[in-house]
């Protein structure tokens, strides 16, 4: 079993700055990469982006050149910088413990999400 806790998010103006980190716990080797998801009120769960333990990253459209997910391997912590925050942005952030990418990355865990609301 792999434990995720999530933390940061909160209320920010549009055009303001946050920070996720999530700390993975429990059977660490099975995690060959972390993403961070999000659910918009009426909107369908999409992937914000995604790192593998070797570092490559992946970003949905919407967020390339604003958002970055980074990985600390010795903590066991992946973390989303989000910038330049726009009203769409809001929704609920999770953070997932992925498989390999052989088996089309499968979902280990998730965190318990965190909501991020930015004012227009």
């Known amino acids: 079993q792999v434990q995720l806790v999530e933390s940061g998010g909160g209320l920010v103006q549009a055009g303001g700055s946050l920070r996720f980190s999530c700390a993975a716990s429990g059977s660490i080797s099975r995690i060959k990469a972390m993403a961070w998801e999000r659910q918009a009120p009426g909107k369908q769960r999409e992937l914000v982006a995604r790192?593998?333990?070797?570092?490559?990253?992946n970003y949905e459209d919407s967020v390339k050149g604003r958002f970055t997910i980074s990985g600390d391997n010795a903590k066991n912590t992946v973390y989303l910088q989000m910038n330049s925050l726009k009203h769409e942005d809001t929704a609920v952030y999770y953070c997932?413990?992925?498989?390999?990418?052989?088996?089309?990355?499968?979902?280990?865990?998730w965190g318990q999400g965190t909501q991020v609301t930015v004012s227009s």
């Open positions: 997932i413990a992925l498989g390999p990418a052989q088996v089309g990355f499968p979902v280990h865990s």
């Open positions: 790192i593998t333990n070797g570092g490559s990253t």
